[in-house]
């Protein structure tokens, strides 16, 4: 499993450098195109500061005021790659990675003690949603879906021959296909999983997210 994980970290790297300039700096053209970007460092704490999960959560005012107060959001960078991963050498792009992905294990925690059971649950949803096809890049959920070292490579050659075809089109183009890829690269079983772990729908239009290297506008998706 460890190979694995390692394996999708990789497959996070190089689908980053295989989406369109536009998508992988989470702003698309007009501003309204779902583009997953890095779809595996798409974190809880950054949806959580959302107004559109805040309302979804039903959370109170002092909660809002508590979640803004223990979970600032924070400069990106890291890695001294000027904070976009595509700028950064392999090292640097690990170490970029390590980093993030420590500090949201640190949020991951505090926010655990934020909110209750059937938020957490909740809000677990909704980030299964907004990942799409990242949900293959991400280690928690690659885990509960047991993905395989075979299934990472060979969503990893799909995601090389995209681009060296030029890409797939718009964002949202772009989107549709890896998720298609996704798909047909899960077994049954994998696929009722994931389903089971959206939860009910979520609006994922409604989201502001942040890119690698900073800025962001609705429905960007991470």
Request: glycine share 14%; proline share 5%; hydrophobic share 40%.
């Amino acid at each position: 499993m460890h190979r694995t994980i390692l394996a999708v970290a990789s497959l996070a790297a190089a689908l980053l450098a295989a989406l369109p300039v536009s998508e992988a700096s989470a702003q698309p053209p007009g501003g309204r195109g779902r583009g997953m970007g890095m779809g595996g460092m798409m974190s809880q704490a950054s949806l959580l500061r959302q107004e559109a999960v805040q309302a979804d959560l039903g959370l109170a005012a002092d909660l809002k005021k508590k979640i803004a107060a223990e979970l600032p959001e924070r400069a990106p960078g890291g890695g001294g790659g000027g904070g976009n991963p595509r700028d950064m050498t392999d090292e640097q792009r690990q170490k970029w990675m390590e980093e993030r992905r420590a500090r949201n294990t640190e949020d991951d925690k505090k926010i655990a003690g934020l909110l209750d059971a059937k938020q957490l649950a909740r809000l677990k949803q909704i980030r299964v949603q907004a990942l799409g096809a990242g949900a293959l890049m991400d280690d928690t959920l690659a885990k509960e879906l047991s993905i395989t070292d075979d299934q990472v490579a060979k969503f990893q050659s799909a995601m090389q021959e995209m681009r060296q075809g030029g890409g797939g089109g718009n964002p949202g183009e772009m989107r549709a296909k890896m998720t298609a890829k996704a798909m047909e690269i899960l077994s049954a079983d994998q696929k009722a999983k994931l389903e089971a772990l959206k939860g009910p729908a979520f609006d994922i239009s409604k989201l502001q997210m942040r890119g690698p290297g900073g800025g962001g506008r609705p429905g960007a998706g991470t």
